[in-house]
Structures are given as C-alpha cells and as structure tokens.
C-alpha cells in the first residue's frame, strides 16, 4: 500500500505564502499522476491542482495564478506553493496519488494538512 505523508501546513496572514510537501512511499512514482484536494469546513472536498506522470499541470480556477504544483520524482514528492493565500484557501490540504492500470485505478491519500489564512 502506498502512504503518503504530509508537511508543511500552518497559518499564514492574508498574502502569505507556504508550501506543502507530500512524499510517497511507491515505488515508480514517477508513473503516478499527483493531485491536490482541499476541504473547507461544511464544504464538499475539492480539486485544487493535478499534475501528470508526464508534467503537465491543471489548477481549480480560484487558484490559477497563485498556486503551483510541482514533483521531484528523485525524492517521491510532490509540493504545492502556495501564494497570495486569501482567507477563502482556509481548509485542510489532501495529496493524492493516482494510478490507472488495465482494469482498476488506485487512489491513494495523504492524512490531510491544515492550511489557515487569517489576519
């Protein structure tokens, strides 16, 4: 099974930044696409950033612009910068793990890092 731990959470002022890192325990990770979920309180978990086996980037639209997703295959992570944060990005932070095969596609999570935006 593939566990994927999270770091770097925290609170931050209006306009701050901060940085999540994910690192996984699979191996070929580099054949798995990665992805970004947050969850605000009542709210329905969202999708925040993926990015492909192959680099290639997508971003939730109130994000666009301010965050970037990234992976360092080298060192199983994928990271998620974070700019301008705005008190609306306040919700716990979810890596993702995907992996299509023939017949099934597996999906792992991270535990869930807590990302606050407050004055």
């Known amino acids: 099974q593939v566990q994927l731990v999270e770091s770097g959470g925290g609170l931050v002022q209006p306009g701050g930044s901060l940085r999540l890192s994910c690192v996984a325990s699979?191996?070929?990770?580099?054949?798995?696409?990665m992805g970004w979920y947050r969850q605000a309180p009542g709210k329905q978990r969202e999708l925040v950033a993926t990015?492909?086996?192959?680099?290639?980037?997508s971003y939730e639209d109130s994000v666009k612009g301010r965050f970037t997703i990234s992976r360092d295959n080298a060192k199983n992570t994928v990271y998620l910068q974070m700019n301008s944060l705005k008190p609306e990005d306040t919700a716990v932070y979810y890596c993702n793990a995907n992996l299509a095969s023939r017949f099934t596609t597996y999906n792992y999570w991270g535990q869930g890092s807590q990302v606050t935006v407050s004055s």
């Open positions: 990015i492909t086996s192959g680099g290639s980037t």
């Open positions: 699979a191996s070929r990770f580099s054949s798995y696409a």
